[in-house]
T-cell receptor, first 112, second 113 residues
């Protein structure tokens, strides 16, 4: 089966940089996605990595190492509105090409 | 351009009852996936519909069933409700061919008492 591990909670202050790690075990790996979910809201897509390396989108970056089954989401210049839960999710042969298996999420708390 | 919409927003049911949740996908999307999200957990895949057929199914019992209509909208039905079915039910739409980006609706909060 599949498993994803990510920290349950991370805290940081405004303006800081924070990294949320995700390790996964799966077969037939296609790619790793990151989603943001504010309390009670809909998950929103942040990024996707299919190949090794860093993908940058504004203040957010995501990294993937397929050989290490590891990825991370990097959030820079943190703002209060970044307080939310962040989920890594894999696409793999087990779950199907167009479905996602999510981790349990990391709650990010940004303080002034 | 309307995003993914779901109805109702909240629902309270009693154990043993049946419930139907509805989802309209983002304009132009033809694939609908349903997820169950328990409190403090990540979304868990229930099933996916494409061309009015169930294409993929997660580890959920047959009490969970669905349907997709010709206009791509979808329903999730849950029979014989259990207390453990209390959760946020999320609908996500995407394009066929397995794009990595899924667009989620705001969800339906189901409470079973």
């Amino acid at each position: 089966g599949q498993s994803l591990e990510q920290p349950s909670e991370v805290t940081a202050v405004e303006g800081a940089i924070v990294q949320i790690n995700c390790t996964y075990q799966t077969s037939g790996f296609y790619g790793l996605s990151w989603y943001q979910q504010h309390d009670g809201g809909a998950p929103t897509f942040l990024s996707y990595n299919a190949l090794d390396g860093l993908e940058e989108t504004g203040r957010f970056s995501s990294f993937l190492s397929r050989s290490d089954s590891y990825g991370y989401l990097l959030l820079q210049e943190l703002q209060m509105k970044d307080s939310a839960s962040y989920f890594c999710a894999v696409r793999d042969r087990n779950s199907g090409y167009s479905t996602l298996t999510f981790g349990k999420g990391t709650m990010l708390l940004v303080s002034p | 351009d309307a995003g993914v919409t779901q109805s109702p927003t909240h629902l309270i049911k009693t154990r043993g009852q049946q419930v139907t949740l509805r989802c309209s996908p983002k304009s132009g999307h033809d694939t609908v996936s349903w997820y169950q999200q328990a409190l403090g957990q990540g979304p868990q895949f229930i099933f996916q519909y494409y061309e009015e057929e169930e294409r993929q199914r997660g580890n959920f019992p047959d009490r969970f069933s669905g349907h997709q209509f010709p206009n791509y909208s979808s329903e999730l039905n849950v029979n014989a409700l259990l207390l453990g079915d209390s959760a946020l039910y999320l609908c996500a739409s995407s394009l066929s061919g397995g794009t990595y980006e899924q667009y989620f609706g705001p969800g339906t909060r189901l409470t079973v008492t």
